[in-house]
């Protein structure tokens, strides 16, 4: 079993940067482990995802704009994104998954507002 927590989120430009970050309790090394996000009264949609073998893979609202990546020896993958939009507010979710048992952050909310 792993603990996950979600960093970075906040209030941002629209064009601009910011970066989520996910620190696990233990070794993600052979996790699979994705980025969801959610708004109020839609379904949590995935975002990103990346491999155990570090093959990453992106919905295509945010291709180009968003990177994955994943630091094995400190636990963590993060989000980095990039042109954001107004649509791109939502709760973000780390959620990591080994054998089907699937564990899930708490969340950090991403507002784009000028």
């Known amino acids: 079993q792993v603990q996950l927590v979600e960093s970075g989120g906040g209030l941002a430009q629209p064009g601009g940067p910011l970066t989520l970050s996910c620190a696990a309790s233990?070794?993600?090394?052979?996790?699979?482990m994705d980025w969801y996000r959610q708004t109020p009264g839609k379904q949590r949609e995935l975002v990103a995802t990346?491999?155990?073998?570090?093959?990453?893979s992106y919905v295509d609202s945010v291709k180009g704009r968003f990177t994955m990546t994943k630091d094995n020896p400190k636990n963590k993958v993060y989000l980095q994104m990039h042109s954001l939009k107004p649509e791109d507010t939502a709760v973000y979710f780390c959620?990591?998954?080994?054998?089907?048992?699937?564990?899930w952050g708490q969340g950090t909310q991403v507002t784009i507002s000028s």
């Open positions: 959620k990591a998954t080994f054998y089907g048992y699937e564990f």
């Open positions: 233990g070794s993600i090394l052979a996790y699979a």
């Open positions: 990346i491999d155990s073998s570090g093959l990453t």
